[in-house]
């Protein structure tokens, strides 16, 4: 059963980020879309990411045959744009193209720098957080080969451990640097995956609980799509602290999540429509190719602080995401599957 609402959620994520950073780069509604409020975005495509998992793969035993799909549809949707825009970066930073050089948004200047992303160990601007989403994606395979015997012990443990991050964001001072880079094998690494794991863990459990579990109809009604407003609410809030040390933002996107995945009906049109699920679709490349968009704007000096200069930005970097979806993300996609999925893979 394909949850359609899903679409929109992903490309509102996608969106929510885009306009966080035009916001930062411009200046518009500054007080209100700092940088902070794009993290929001990030949250919401962690549960997503987890829940999909949990939802799609979970209730399958876990065969070398059901691994291996999985591993190929997880390489097959992430890695190739993620090393193409990684690699483009390299190039526009290093070489003397003059084109690329107007996108030149990641900095990724070295070539210990560029190895580092291609190991998956650290990420510069929106990259960063595909390293901790590729960590997750083992971490899960360790949860799937213990689901048949050791789920329950498994199920207990992951509530505990978020019971821990809870605990310690209500009664311990933040660090001073949440996303701590150090070197590894001579290599810079930013390993995240400890500070965001919790919206993973919720995800999953969010997948696991969807397949047993439904609100019975009394409880389901379309004016919950109004749990949307949270985000401006939380973001409102966002001074308060820092973000991704917050049990408060935690247990608030968490929720959010929960009532529109759980408690709207199906059929709601503001969920379930052709343009989510168009964004949804193109949600990934919009993700990693807005920050180029912006910086190639800025150079041609088209980013203003108006609704206007965000529309443009906006425009362009859906017509740009739209494109790379078709030409590239898909395609590829699809032939990595072919080639190491004789049998085709539809998820």
């Known amino acids: 059963m394909k949850i359609r609402r899903l679409n929109t959620l992903r490309g509102l994520a996608a969106v929510i980020v885009a306009v966080s950073h035009y916001s930062m780069g411009s200046g518009l509604w500054r007080g209100l879309l700092r940088l902070d409020a794009g993290q929001f975005g990030v949250m919401i495509f962690f549960l997503l ?12 035993p876990p065969l070398p045959a059901a691994i291996k ?5 997880r390489i097959a949707r992430v890695v190739p744009l993620f090393v193409l825009v990684v690699s483009l ?22 070539a210990r720098s560029l190895l580092s ?10 990259l960063w957080t595909i390293p901790p989403e590729i960590q997750f994606y083992i971490l899960f395979v360790l949860v799937w080969l213990g689901r048949p015997r050791f789920f329950k012990w498994t199920l207990a443990t992951l509530g505990l451990v978020l019971l821990v991050y809870i605990a310690a964001w209500t009664c311990l001072q933040p660090p001073p640097v949440l996303f701590v880079q150090i070197t590894f094998l001579g290599f810079p690494a930013t390993f995240s995956i400890i500070t965001v794991l919790p919206y993973f863990i919720a995800g999953l459990l969010f997948g696991h609980l969807f397949h047993f579990w439904q609100p019975p109809a009394w409880l389901r009604s379309h004016c919950f799509v109004l749990a949307l407003l949270g985000f401006p609410f939380l973001c409102s809030r966002a001074y308060m602290g820092i973000l991704w040390w917050s049990s408060g933002i935690f247990l608030g996107i968490s929720l959010i ?9 199906d059929g709601n049109l503001f969920l379930e429509n052709k343009i989510g699920d168009k964004l949804g679709e193109i949600s990934y490349s919009l993700y990693l190719l807005h920050g180029p968009m912006l910086a190639a704007m800025k150079k041609s000096k088209l980013v203003t602080a108006d609704v206007w200069g965000l529309a443009l930005f906006l425009c362009f970097s859906v017509a740009v995401a739209f494109l790379s979806f078709t030409f590239f993300e898909a395609p590829v996609r699809r032939k990595i599957r072919k080639m190491f999925l004789p049998g085709g893979l539809s998820r």
């Open 49 to 60: 990411s987890a829940f999909l998992i949990a939802y799609l793969y979970l209730e399958t």
């Open 69 to 73: 799909k999985y591993a190929v549809a």
């Open 89 to 110: 970066s390299y190039v526009a930073q290093r070489g003397d193209i003059a084109f690329l050089k107007q996108f030149a948004a990641y900095k990724i200047y070295s």
């Open 117 to 126: 992303h291609l190991l998956l160990i650290h990420g510069d601007g929106a």
């Open 257 to 265: 999540f929960f009532v529109i995945v759980f408690l709207v009906p």
